[in-house]
């Protein structure tokens, strides 16, 4: 395990553990865990009551915060605002928060940069530098959440509180299982963040043994698979790990993943100009998915800079949903949202988007 660069980087029982070896009571932790999951508070000055030498000791000795806000944007329907923030070692991730219909929804992201290299992405063609710790990716939960229950006047928002995560935005999150999930245990602890798991979906590109490992995992947390492409000739082209997990053997996890767990899976699927939008390839797709259980998000790609992929016409994507819907699977199109919003990860709106189905 990487040395903890973050207080959230900790466990409750590491916290204990820590808190402990300088001689203070096992409630510390309860209280110091409240003031980070519960308020929200970076700064240990504000834990009011701890005593002063323990306060004075949290902010020298841990960080609390490993995100420095560099910068934020929003979307001029004021729906969708996306950070940019560096890590301590000068890393870069982007986090987005939609307020769609009802929800509260953040995506965050788990490694900065991303090894899967997926050709229609723009994080995917820099490669990967590093997975995030565990507190690197609860923090960008609770950067949401504070923002949200005290969102900035010029925004004219009420008040709210967080209701859903997606795990999908830069990286692989089942390529950083670990800290990916340990940050989703805090997340969802009664004494932590206490977010319902169902409330909570992680996206893959298809990693076969992360999916196995996740149905074996008590916590309720949905999953979402990239399919982009039903067969893996074309696959293979859009998403390389398809070279490494085959589509057979990626239906097979799923399906064994549902069997297990009685959940639902959503497949993700970027509608590409020419690409993988032919009828003939949502009749190959209605196949691929029957008797699953299972819903499909359809989402014009969105074109990254340079990039020879371009997003269906709107006619060939209604064209597409039809052929699925008229073979039983349940779809869904979602709009591009916060399209005006500038994007460092290609995929990152359009999969966070395609979760609020
Ligand atoms: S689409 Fe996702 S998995 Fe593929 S390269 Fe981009 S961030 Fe990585």
Same mark, same amino acid.
């Given at each position: 395990?990487?040395?903890?660069?973050?207080?959230?980087? +900790?466990?409750?029982?590491?916290?204990?553990?820590?808190?402990?070896?300088?001689?203070?009571?096992?409630?510390?932790?309860?209280?110091?865990?409240?003031?980070?999951?519960?308020?929200?508070?970076?700064?240990?000055?504000?834990?009011?009551?701890?005593?002063?030498?323990?306060?004075?000791?949290?902010?020298?000795?841990?960080?609390?915060?490993?995100?420095?806000?560099?910068?934020?944007?929003?979307?001029?329907?004021?729906?969708?605002?996306?950070?940019?923030?560096?890590?301590?070692?000068?890393?870069?991730?982007?986090?987005?928060?939609?307020?769609?219909?009802?929800?509260?929804?953040?995506?965050?992201?788990?490694?900065?940069? $991303?090894?899967?290299?997926?050709?229609?992405?723009?994080?995917?063609?820099?490669?990967?530098?590093?997975? +995030?710790?565990?507190?690197?990716?609860?923090?960008?939960?609770?950067?949401?959440?504070?923002?949200?229950?005290?969102?900035?006047?010029?925004?004219?928002?009420?008040?709210?509180?967080?209701?859903?995560?997606? &795990?999908?935005?830069?990286?692989?999150?089942?390529?950083?299982?670990?800290?990916?999930?340990?940050?989703?245990?805090?997340?969802?602890?009664?004494?932590?963040?206490?977010?319902?798991?169902?409330?909570?979906?992680?996206?893959?590109?298809?990693?076969?043994?992360?999916?196995?490992?996740?149905?074996?995992?008590?916590?309720?947390?949905?999953?979402?698979?990239?399919?982009?492409?039903?067969?893996?000739?074309?696959?293979?082209?859009?998403?390389?790990?398809?070279?490494? *997990?085959?589509?057979?053997?990626?239906?097979?996890?799923?399906?064994?993943?549902?069997?297990?767990?009685?959940?639902?899976?959503?497949?993700?699927?970027?509608?590409?100009?020419?690409?993988?939008?032919?009828?003939?390839?949502?009749?190959?797709?209605?196949?691929?998915?029957?008797?699953?259980?299972?819903?499909?998000?359809?989402?014009?790609?969105?074109?990254?800079?340079?990039?020879? *992929?371009?997003?269906?016409?709107?006619?060939?994507?209604?064209?597409?949903?039809?052929?699925?819907?008229?073979?039983?699977?349940?779809?869904?199109?979602?709009?591009?949202?916060?399209?005006?919003?500038?994007?460092? $990860?290609?995929?990152?709106?359009?999969?966070?988007?395609? &979760?609020?189905?």
């Amino acid at each position: 395990m990487q040395a903890p660069t973050s207080v959230l980087d +900790l466990t409750y029982d590491q916290l204990v553990d820590l808190l402990g070896g300088w001689g203070e009571p096992r409630y510390r932790a309860k209280q110091v865990w409240e003031w980070l999951y519960r308020k929200f508070t970076t700064d240990p000055a504000q834990m009011t009551n701890l005593p002063k030498p323990l306060r004075e000791r949290l902010g020298s000795e841990m960080r609390v915060d490993p995100l420095s806000e560099h910068y934020a944007q929003r979307s001029t329907d004021r729906q969708t605002y996306k950070w940019l923030y560096a890590l301590p070692d000068g890393q870069a991730i982007e986090t987005v928060l939609m307020l769609y219909d009802e929800r509260r929804t953040v995506c965050i992201s788990s490694q900065a940069g $991303c090894a899967m290299g997926c050709t229609f992405c723009a994080t995917g063609q820099g490669g990967l530098s590093r997975n +995030l710790q565990s507190g690197e990716i609860a923090s960008q939960v609770l950067a949401a959440a504070r923002w949200l229950a005290s969102p900035p006047p010029e925004t004219g928002l009420v008040p709210s509180t967080l209701t859903n995560i997606v &795990v999908m935005g830069m990286g692989e999150p089942l390529a950083n299982y670990e800290r990916v999930w340990q940050a989703l245990r805090t997340i969802t602890d009664a004494e932590g963040f206490n977010l319902g798991a169902r409330h909570i979906t992680l996206s893959t590109v298809g990693l076969v043994p992360g999916i196995r490992r996740m149905a074996e995992e008590p916590l309720q947390i949905n999953l979402a698979v990239s399919l982009h492409a039903p067969n893996d000739e074309l696959r293979s082209q859009l998403v390389p790990i398809d070279r490494r *997990y085959p589509l057979a053997e990626l239906m097979a996890a799923v399906r064994d993943y549902v069997a297990r767990t009685h959940r639902r899976v959503t497949f993700e699927y970027a509608l590409m100009n020419g690409i993988n939008d032919t009828a003939a390839l949502a009749r190959e797709m209605a196949g691929l998915l029957r008797g699953l259980l299972c819903h499909v998000n359809l989402i014009p790609l969105n074109p990254v800079a340079g990039s020879p *992929y371009q997003p269906s016409t709107p006619e060939q994507a209604a064209t597409f949903q039809a052929i699925l819907e008229q073979s039983g699977i349940p779809t869904t199109m979602r709009l591009r949202r916060g399209i005006d919003i500038d994007a460092g $990860c290609g995929q990152l709106r359009q999969r966070i988007t395609s &979760v609020n189905a």
